[in-house]
């Protein structure tokens, strides 16, 4: 069994900091403390991985230790396929993921070409290399959950508390981010060693296997109007229906199972972990029907909170079409987290941006934060995530930052932390991503595209669009998945990463990318017909022929 | 309505040749001798439009001619969203056409948006704006009956006779490859105007309403050892099956309807044209199940031909999977053409790589005629093929050729082009592109990817890649399209087009951009396990770490 871990300091393994970047983002997505299960290359999201095996990874980093300033490396699923003559400003390594002609799109085919070696689910950022654990979704979760206490708690979350489930990589940030945002948190999960790996790096503040127990806590804490949560140790197709019977009422109700793999993201009812896990193996059919039964179960109690008048919303794991195709017909009464809370964000560009630390120093992020203060001086709400998030968020593998940003910053940061690399004010390079959940990155009908206004929810050509741009603009290296968090056939995203080394070349390349990937994002939701879209895009001088 | 020509010669409306040659091309694709319905900007392949309306078109042309060199336009569904600030080595153009995430990659979805004015058909060349009229199809028609002739008559189809149906923009070449093969053809078309179209450009020599009078040319034809084509008006879906009946035994059989599409591309049975066409508007519902019941009629009776021992195969058009659907248990009794003829070219890179003369001047032409004859002075085949097409094929808007030629070849014949552009022996430059029907730029289970020897027919990873790479090596226009030729959900492909203005950069780019494209389909083979193609990869150098 391997442990891996990037190397860090400013001396390059490989032959540029351009390559050098990667394989350190490659790394980190398997350290032990970022990756849910690094010893079978899983970094998050069920079966998310990094690599499609063992061979794979290492090819993967000798290709990047010898590739040259003029070459490209391909990565198809997991695998390197073939090194190319490009040129500088061309990005180093481009990669597709889990990517199916869509009559084959399903997971009974997707499973059959893993099985046989040919497939490695991607997820978003697991196999395009830009994870930093769970503070990666801490932003988005605390940005959606305080959305939600301006439009339905007069912009208090003090007293309230949020139900939710499922504490792995993504949802794990949930009981942070809502003590965060002011709430309380009880969130069900059924792994214990999830609920402990929690606790220890400070994202949940208790655990418990009793019910009875966990209410108490949220009662006793949201009378003293103190924000703190609770892990409570079983399933969430037990626990909702059973709190629905008693009628306890919470403040807001959400989910974050891996609901988007019927065979490995969700525990069925009457079952035990060890069961499951083995049952995944010897019998993955029973466990999806077993699965998805439950998740009926689940999601009709979700409508119930609903009905009653409690805030409920998907959080992007596709669990209402699980419910819908079970029979539940008004599974999609309650809607997902975007369309609700996220898209007039989007219609700004702004989305998780993040950046890391190649040099594996605290205080090369300390640094940034304090430059993003002294750039975004008049954004208080941004000053507040960033003292939060310093104060409360453990960094995991190499430090990191997120911060939802959009048209017109993004840009202006990477060249700053562009320029603080040159300087010598940063010990090491600093590499810029986002999530493929972004503005302009991602078709995903049943949430980052959910009842867009023009109806054009499936339409795919926009993600496509945006990794070819950022391909052409000179992003370091840049992914096409299919799947990710709403699993096979529902969704396609691109992913980018650029690398601040510290040049003027750079910073050309920083300035195009930085700027033209959020305004793609902007051009799409303009397409649509979003007003704000539409602003954005004239304030900032967008060239849009066909739409402005 | 208007009637759109490129301009000719070796002035400029745009700013630089890089953006005059897509802005020629587009409107090459409309030239009223190119496209099959240029009104209704339809190229070719049922409904497969070069932009999505007439604004979008002057949109596209007036974004083209004010483009700099620094600066990349985005196609979205024919419909020109933006431009962006890119760099002298990324592509001037990057479209994404007909792209749905794939749970909804359906007609039905697909129709519901075109309604609303969100979608466009891109078919393959169409969107992608180089098609170069049914020339485009003729030389891999010719060499898939050429195989057909080695495989199954000791290398002579002379007095041999092939029964196909459809001459539209593709299909219309079939009975000029068979005659250029040394065969006879019977081709059904249900469109008398159609049938006149190839009359007036040489393509089938006779036309006939009456299936006997066919019968009896092909009856003295094949006598006298003359190749020589008819075209029977009539429906497939009736002359198959009667000829089945009356036991004449075709030597091969085929068939390039649109069957792809069956609400635009398929005649049903027992309608004629006109309501055909007039249905497609008031109740495409209507036609849809008329013309499907009809396909599966016309497939049984191709399932009876091969049972009967004749050489029978799909040609692209998807046809066995609509007869599959509508209850046809052996559909896919018989092979589609690739993995039975051109899956060993592919192995090597070789496919449908072609030229267009930007001048306009036949001249031009041949002077690359002659070139690539020297280039491959032992290519005897290739002679041949050069030969008869300078005296069968009529040129169809911009003069251009096609040849199928591989890796280590397309570089080449690239730079030689590009020389002679600089030289001045060409009076302007030359663009160089291909079918998305190539070997490393599609996935199309029921065509191109068809029985792959490890099973990986539908992942689609590989024409992302090849559209990313293509991006990274500075192509001038790249292109990722859904659907084509087999129809929404069965295929994902790409495209690309590199101008050679005579320049150094060019010289470079030229160098790339043929050597990787047509290297990503080597690769795709040999990771599929193809020893041709692994031997392929060692004798050419290629660097596939995973893979070789
Ligand atoms: N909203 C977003 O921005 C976003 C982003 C990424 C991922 N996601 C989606 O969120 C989901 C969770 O992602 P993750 O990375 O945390 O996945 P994960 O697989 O790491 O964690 C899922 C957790 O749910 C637990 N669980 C499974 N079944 C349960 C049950 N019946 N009751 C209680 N707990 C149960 C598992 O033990 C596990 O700890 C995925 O579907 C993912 O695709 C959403
Ligand atoms: N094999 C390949 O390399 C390849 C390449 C491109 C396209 N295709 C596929 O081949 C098919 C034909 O392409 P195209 O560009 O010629 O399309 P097209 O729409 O221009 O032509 C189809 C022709 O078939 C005729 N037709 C329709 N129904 C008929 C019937 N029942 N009986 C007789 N004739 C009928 C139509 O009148 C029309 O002329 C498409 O499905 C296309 O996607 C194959």
Chains 1, 2 share one sequence.
């Not at 007069?154 to 002011?182: E, F, H, N």
């Not at 709190?243 to 525990?267: K, N």
Request: hydrophobic residues 40%.
């Amino acid at each position: 069994q391997r442990t891996i871990k990037s190397p860090t300091g400013n001396e390059l393994s490989c032959k540029s900091w351009l390559t050098e970047a990667p394989m350190r983002m490659l790394m980190n997505n398997l350290h032990p403390d970022v990756a849910e299960n690094p010893h079978e290359l899983v970094v998050y999201g069920g079966i998310g991985r990094a690599a499609r095996t063992w061979e794979d990874y290492d090819q993967i980093v000798a290709s990047l230790q010898a590739l040259e300033d003029d070459e490209t490396l391909l990565v198809q699923s997991g695998k390197p396929v073939g090194v190319f003559r490009t040129h500088s400003n061309a990005p180093r390594v481009l990669i597709a993921n889990s990517n199916l002609v869509p009559h084959w799109a399903t997971w009974d085919h997707f499973n059959e070409l893993d099985k046989k070696g040919l497939a490695m689910y991607g997820q978003m950022t697991a196999g395009s290399w830009i994870y930093i654990g769970s503070q990666g979704i801490v932003q988005g979760t605390y940005e959606t959950f305080v959305e939600a206490g301006r439009q339905h708690f007069d912009g208090s979350l003090t007293g309230r508390w949020i139900l939710t489930a499922g504490l792995g990589g993504m949802g794990g940030a949930q009981p942070l981010a809502a003590v965060m945002a002011g709430a309380c948190c009880l969130a069900v999960e059924c792994d214990e060693t999830r609920a402990d790996f929690r606790l220890r790096t400070r994202y949940v503040d208790a655990k418990t296997h009793d019910l009875d127990e966990a209410l108490a806590m949220i009662e006793e804490w949201t009378g003293k109007g103190e924000a703190k949560s609770v892990a409570l140790i079983g399933n969430a197709a037990d626990v909702y229906p059973e709190l629905v019977r008693r009628g306890v009422r919470p403040d807001i109700v959400t989910d974050q199972t891996s609901a988007h793999d019927p065979i490995h993201g969700y525990l069925p009812q009457n079952w035990t972990v060890a069961e499951w896990k083995g049952k995944q193996e010897t019998d993955p059919k029973a466990v999806e029907k077993a699965a998805r039964a439950s998740m009926k179960t689940h999601v009709a109690a979700m409508v119930d909170f609903w009905n009653a008048g409690v805030p409920t919303l998907d959080y992007g794991n596709n669990i209402r079409q699980v419910a819908l195709e079970e029979g539940l017909e008004n599974a999609f009464a309650f809607p997902g987290f975007v369309p609700a809370y996220i898209r007039p964000l989007f219609c700004r560009g702004v989305g998780p941006f993040r950046w890391a630390a190649l040099s594996g120093d605290p205080e090369d992020i300390y640094k940034t934060d304090a430059k993003v203060k002294e750039i975004l001086a008049d954004d208080k709400h941004l000053h507040n995530w960033l003292d939060m998030a310093r104060e409360r968020i453990a960094f995991q593998g190499l430090p990191a930052r997120i911060c939802w940003v959009g048209l017109g910053v993004r840009d202006k940061l990477g060249l700053a932390f562009n320029e603080m690399v040159r300087n010598g004010e940063l010990s090491a390079p600093i590499v810029i991503g986002r999530d493929h959940l972004d503005s302009g990155s991602v078709a995903s009908p049943n949430r980052e595209t959910e009842s867009m206004r023009d109806g054009s929810d499936a339409v795919s050509d926009w993600p496509l669009l945006n990794a070819l741009l950022n391909t052409a603009s000179g992003a370091t290296w840049v992914s096409l998945h299919h799947g990710g968090g709403v699993g096979m056939g529902f969704s396609q995203h691109s992913g980018m990463v650029i690398c601040c080394d510290g040049t003027k070349e750079a910073d050309e390349r920083i300035a195009r990318v930085l700027w033209n990937d959020p305004a793609t994002g902007v051009m799409r939701h303009a397409d649509a017909g979003y007003p704000d879209a539409l602003d954005c895009a004239r304030e900032n001088g967008l060239n849009l022929p066909g739409i402005l």
